[in-house]
């Protein structure tokens, strides 16, 4: 087998061929690769370093912080901070954005991020990830806002995750499809594993969290009722259910097998979208899933289209294959 190029390598090669990573952004992605890594590392620690437990803490969105959940924030501050490519940040772990400090030079992308998501799973060693998404600070803007940050999701300039499971992968989109690396831990590098990644438009392989049925709208109710009917239902084929409680390998599977990933609008708090972040989750995994060919929507409209009005605003989410996905959005248009 040829030697796989590194991450590095790949981004100039890109820039060279295609002209779609300016040194600044390339830079930004080497970087939060780099802070991946050091995220990783932690992580693989477990009980023998202090990174297990809560933190004694709550984020903005109401919910425990796991100590992990703080240290890998900071370790995304801290790597991005002084390079020069950042106006500034914005994370689930941070009520407000924060601004480049004034120490450093300013640049003109944004990084929101979802420092470890699927926190729930970190003290049972189940997969775990971080998501994040690069926009551009809006032309003219003087003094970077939060108002910067609430951009379309067809605005990103890039996006991706990396996933802390049996391999650590970053995945990565900058417009021109998907392309995964594995750390080899050897070199200390990434090493590009997968080009061109396409999931399939078909599935047999639904992923939600089914103790919430009682909580659905209709439509989502129809689709899993009927996938539960298997072969001798309208469907006429038998479905299979995952459900990691961990978005970023929920996603990843359905990158490299396809399936349809739903965490829909339920009744439990119905002044809420859903549980899942437009901006530094369903924004990022949204555009990855349309490179790959699949589409994503809010079983209304597609979630990259989606005009945000606040930093840490939920979303119902419905993405995956693309027969599926169409077939659950066109049950929520019957409604
Ligand atoms: P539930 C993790 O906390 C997360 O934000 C996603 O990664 C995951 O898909 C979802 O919540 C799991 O939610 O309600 O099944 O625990």
Known sequence: ??????????????????????????????????????????????????????????????????????????????????????????????????????????????????????????????????????????????????????QAGAKQVAAGYCVYGPQTMLVLTVGDGVVMFTLDREQGSFALTQQNVKVPEDTQEFSINMSNMRHWAPPVKRYVDECLQGQDGVRGKNFNMRWIASMVADVHRILMRGGIFMYPWDQREPNKQGKLRLMYEANPMSWLIEQAGGASTNGHQRILDIQPTQLHERVSVILGSKNEVERVTAYHAKV
Not at 7 to 29: F, T
Not at 32 to 59: F, P, Q, W
Not at 101 to 112: M, S, T, V
């Open 1 to 150: 087998m040829t030697k796989p190029i590194s991450l590095s390598r790949y981004l100039v090669e890109e820039q060279r061929e295609r002209g779609n990573i300016p040194a600044q952004l390339r830079l930004l992605l080497e970087v939060v690769a780099r802070a991946c890594k050091g995220i990783s590392h932690a992580v693989n620690k477990g009980a023998l370093g202090d990174v297990l437990g809560s933190a004694g803490s709550e984020n903005v969105q109401g919910e425990v912080q796991k100590k992990l959940d703080i240290i890998a924030n900071d370790v995304l501050i801290e790597a991005n901070e002084w390079g020069g490519h950042l106006a500034a940040m914005a994370s689930e772990e941070m009520d407000n954005i924060y601004v480049v400090p004034n120490r450093y030079p300013q640049g003109e992308y944004l990084l929101l991020f979802d420092p470890l998501d699927g926190s729930s799973n970190i003290d049972v060693n189940v997969s775990i990830g971080t998501i994040f998404s690069v926009l551009q600070k809006p032309e003219g803007s003087s003094a970077v806002s939060e108002q910067d940050f609430l």
